[in-house]
């Protein structure tokens, strides 16, 4: 039995409290704690599903000293130091909606190379991945760009910029609005979790053969 209990309103009221200290104590106490249990609960998922041990990383936003945080997410990543360097998996929050991710982000020394091979299956993966699914060049913004609606050239563009700019950044996934009824039913969306994990498998098996 899951320690997760599903997701309600005012856990995305958080992003609207006022103040850095107040904001973060807020979601330290309730959403930590949930995207914690998603997180512990879908790791030996992944484990068996990447055939790599992961471990849990819930967002501490510790660099933070004025601005409150805009989102907060658990990763998951083949490392106990730390996620941010590996390919790794997510579930997170904005005020607007829920994100499951595979993120490859700026701090990856695999990126230039990821890209290339990117770019090489370009057709395979746009097959792969549901024309609903959603892809994003940085995961510091909510904004986020259904596959269906991308053309073959801004799907090239978004790799070449993997490969050329120092910042640059690569997740595909799902988001939910917050009013989506599965967000409300652990059972629900811990599957629908596990199958985006799934469907997004074979990137993390790119990664990793680099």
């Given amino acids: 039995m ?4 599903g997701f309600t309103q005012e856990d995305f009221d958080v992003f609207a409290i006022s103040g850095l200290e107040a904001r973060m104590e807020v979601l330290r106490e309730q959403l930590s704690p949930k995207l914690d249990a998603i997180a512990c609960e879908l790791a030996p998922d992944l484990t068996a599903m990447t055939g790599d041990e992961m471990f849990v990383h819930v ?3 510790a660099r933070r000293t004025t601005n409150p945080p805009n989102d907060t997410w658990a990763a998951l990543a083949s490392s106990k130091r730390g996620y941010k360097k590996l390919p790794h998996f997510q579930i997170g929050l904005w005020e607007s909606h829920i994100f499951i991710w595979f993120a490859v982000i700026y701090e990856s020394p695999i990126k230039e190379s990821f890209a290339q091979k ?3 299956n370009k057709k395979e993966i746009r097959s792969m991945i549901p024309d609903h699914f959603v892809w994003s060049i940085d995961h ?3 904004e986020a760009f259904i596959q269906e609606e991308i053309s073959d050239q801004s799907f090239t563009e978004m790799f070449e910029r993997l ?3 120092k910042k640059a950044e690569i997740l595909c996934g799902l988001n939910l609005s917050r009013n989506d009824e599965r967000l409300k039913d652990p059972d629900s969306f811990l599957e629908l979790c596990r199958e985006t994990f799934q469907t997004l498998e074979p990137l993390y098996r790119y990664a990793k053969s680099i």
């Avoid at 899951?2 to 209990?5: G, K, L, V, Y």
Wanted: no cysteine.
């Fill in 163 to 165: 490969q050329n700019v």
């Fill in 140 to 142: 510091t913004k909510p």
């Fill in 2 to 5: 899951s320690d997760f209990t």
């Fill in 59 to 61: 967002a501490k936003h």
């Fill in 118 to 120: 990117l770019l090489k």
